[in-house]
């Protein structure tokens, strides 16, 4: 795959001054000169050929070609609803949901959450998902929301109607679900059980992962990876028992 830069703007045919932290990236990090290719990308679904004409220190002059559409989208939505962990894993988490293809990340505000995250977040988040999104070739952004209190997004009419709120207990269900759903993955020392039945109560269904404690990044990344399979498979999908704790 060719080096990607994020161009905020519509592209198309023509020349295009790139501007910003990804302009410095291309042209101070990576000391492109005229006549290198490169990729641009805006979130629109295509891949955009470019030529460099020339690089300064605050902007890269290109010529852009046309562009060239390639899906790297799971066929069907994706979100997911978490509390944050602490420090650097919360970028952690961004990073990997945008690899694994989450198209909607919802950070939830619960009872027991540590970590209460500011609509600041939304920005941080953004760029990261910018920035993993040029490493992993997706042409899609996914999407951030501001933080929201649990009782409100267990009532979302927008939610794809598959929902799954990840708790822990030996009597629960391995998640089995393929195609589009909403996964919900409580903070550290999980929901409360007041929070459980308020899902429950819209419509959610409660499952599990397996039978050890999962950081709750880890929970998220597992269970995605585990509503995917089947889409990223070359093979059947392998029958799997998998009664977890997330939290």
């Known amino acids: 795959m060719s080096d990607r830069f994020y161009a905020p703007d519509a592209l198309g045919p023509g020349e295009y ?5 990804d302009a410095h990236h291309l042209a101070a990090v990576r000391r492109f000169a005229p006549g290198d290719r490169v990729t641009l990308f805006n979130g629109d679904g295509n891949d955009y050929p470019a030529e460099v004409l020339s690089a300064g220190k605050k902007s890269v002059v290109l010529i852009v070609s046309a562009p060239v ?18 420090g650097d894993r919360g970028d952690f988490l ?30 941080k988040f953004t760029r990261a998902v910018i920035e993993a999104s040029k490493q992993c070739g997706r042409n899609v952004l996914m999407a951030v929301d501001p933080p929201q209190k649990w009782d409100a997004v267990a009532a979302r009419p927008d939610l794809p109607a598959t929902r799954f709120v990840l708790h822990t207990g030996p009597a629960l269900p391995a998640l ?12 550290e020392g999980g929901f409360a059980p ?17 039978p050890r404690v999962l950081r709750l990044e880890t929970a998220a990344l ?11 498979s070359t093979t059947a999908p392998v029958a799997l028992t998998l009664y977890a704790v997330c939290v």
């Open 176 to 187: 089995a679900a393929t195609g589009g759903c909403a996964l919900a993955i409580g903070p």
């Open 94 to 123: 961004i990073e990997k949901l945008t690899e694994l293809g989450a198209t909607r990340f919802v950070p939830l505000l619960t009872a027991r959450a540590v970590v209460q995250p500011k609509a600041t977040a939304v920005e």
């Open 17 to 21: 001054a790139l501007t910003g932290p």
């Open 69 to 86: 559409a390639v899906n790297r989208e799971l066929p069907f939505p994706l979100v997911v609803c978490a509390a944050l962990p602490k």
């Open 222 to 232: 597992a269970a995605v990876a585990r509503v995917t399979a089947p889409e990223t």
């Open 194 to 210: 007041e929070e459980v039945e308020l899902a429950l109560a819209h419509g959610w269904r409660a499952a599990s992962l397996g």
